[in-house]
């Protein structure tokens, strides 16, 4: 079945340390996002990417890195830097073609801790 | 920048009746998308409906429908006979139809807990 797969569901970190969040679709879809989703705030756009080797800004991207290797591939590196890393993150990905709506397909999200 | 306002927290319904959750926008553009997005305690988000804003005939989805009121930019959600199943937290979000740089990038609001009450 297609979809969007996010790893780890869980993941604990210490503070200073950076882990990498993973996001694989198998839609064949073009475009692929990273929001962040905190109580009472909704999600919060971090970055996204409309294609291959480019990848853009989003409202949140301070502390947060991201590579657009292959079309499939979209992670999410979540740094030192970041002040308050401690949320749930999902990934996205929908079609860029004219016409569409530009629906979001969701994965199951990745719920990071920080000890 | 365009914003997305739920004023509703939370909100109970009884199964079987109807419940209408609120969602107002702000926006200075004429071409866009509104979607109604609902996750589960599962947390994996769920397209519920969406609507053109080009389109004056309100989107329906089965049990689902929306009130959408352009001019006083509104975008309201009707769940009639709500089935515990229901049961979810709602998100309202607004996605730009201009092109560019802005494709595919949805506003969200923050979000309406919705509880079902058998």
């Known amino acids: 079945d297609g979809g969007i797969t996010q790893s780890p569901k869980y993941l604990f970190r210490k503070e200073g340390q950076n882990v990498t969040l993973s996001c694989e679709q198998n839609l064949n879809h073009d475009a692929m996002y990273w929001y962040r989703q905190d109580p009472g705030q909704g999600l919060r756009l971090i970055y996204y990417?409309?294609?291959?080797?480019?990848?853009q800004k989003g409202d949140i991207a301070e502390g947060y890195s991201v590579s657009r290797e292959k079309k499939e591939s979209f992670p999410l590196t979540v740094t030192s830097a970041q002040k308050n890393p401690t949320a749930f993150y999902l990934c996205?990905?929908?079609?860029?073609?004219?016409?569409?709506?530009?629906?979001?397909?969701f994965g199951e999200g990745s719920r990071l801790t920080v000890l | 920048a365009q914003t997305v306002t739920q004023s509703q927290p939370e909100m109970s319904v009884q199964e079987a009746e109807t419940v209408t959750l609120s969602c107002t926008y702000d926006t200075s553009e004429s071409d866009y998308y509104l979607f109604w997005y609902k996750q589960p305690p599962s947390r994996q988000m769920i397209l519920v409906i969406r609507?053109?804003?080009?389109?004056?005939q309100n989107a329906t989805e089965n049990r689902f429908s929306v009130n959408f009121q352009k001019a006083a930019k509104s975008f309201s959600l009707k769940i009639s006979d709500s089935q515990l199943g229901d049961a979810a937290m709602y998100f309202c979000?607004?996605?730009?139809?201009?092109?560019?740089?802005?494709?595919?990038?949805?506003?969200f609001g923050q979000g309406t807990i919705l509880t079902v009450h058998p």
């Open positions: 996205a990905s929908s079609m860029t073609s004219g016409g569409q709506s530009g629906e979001l397909f």
């Open positions: 990417s409309q294609i291959v080797n480019d990848f």
């Open positions: 609507q053109e804003a080009y389109k004056q």
């Open positions: 979000a607004y996605r730009s139809d201009a092109g560019g740089t802005s494709y595919g990038k949805l506003t």
